[in-house]
């Protein structure tokens, strides 16, 4: 049926210093929706924000600390079907959370790139449920390395 989706998005860089520059975009989603029935085409936060702080102390090395802020995520009031919810525990909202991340990456020469970080430090976990708002899961901690040659 008929559905409508609208939303505001921006970006923003700012210079702080010759070697440090803050990044930031935003999602703001105003309605996403079945028109019928009014309920979410697809359950997805509120807003979200991501935002980083890149310091580049060489031409070959940079270092990136970044957040995303994940706004609530309201469920469904009522089944595919129609059938409106009558166990409370399909109602659950995931309610607002914060990833923290930080990467470097190194320009060994003209072709090869070393990078690494730790993506979710402080080792947020979310958990799908299959209840409400809870659909999906945030693992946790997690750490990469990765040595990339161009020819």
């Keep these: 049926g008929p559905a409508v989706i609208s939303g505001l998005e921006g970006s923003l860089a700012v210079p702080l ?5 803050w990044t930031t975009n935003a999602t703001w989603m105003l309605q996403s929706k079945e028109k019928s029935t009014g309920q979410p085409l697809s359950l997805v936060p509120k807003y979200t924000v991501n935002t980083a702080l890149r310091w580049e102390p060489l031409d070959t090395l940079g ?4 957040a995303t802020h994940y706004g609530k995520i309201e469920p469904r009031t ?3 079907v129609g ?3 009558t166990d409370p525990e399909d109602l659950e909202t995931r309610g607002a959370y914060t990833i923290v991340n930080v990467g470097a990456d190194y320009q060994i020469n003209e072709s090869l790139k070393l990078t690494a970080g730790v993506n979710n430090i402080f080792d947020e976990r979310l958990f799908r449920t299959g209840k409400g708002a809870n659909t999906y899961n945030e693992p946790g901690r ?5 040595l ?4």
């Design 78 to 80: 009522a089944g595919i």
């Design 83 to 85: 059938g409106e919810y």
């Design 148 to 151: 990339s040659g161009r020819f």
């Design 142 to 146: 997690s750490y990469y390395l990765s």
């Design 17 to 21: 210093a010759e070697t440090l520059t």
């Design 63 to 66: 270092v990136t600390l970044s």
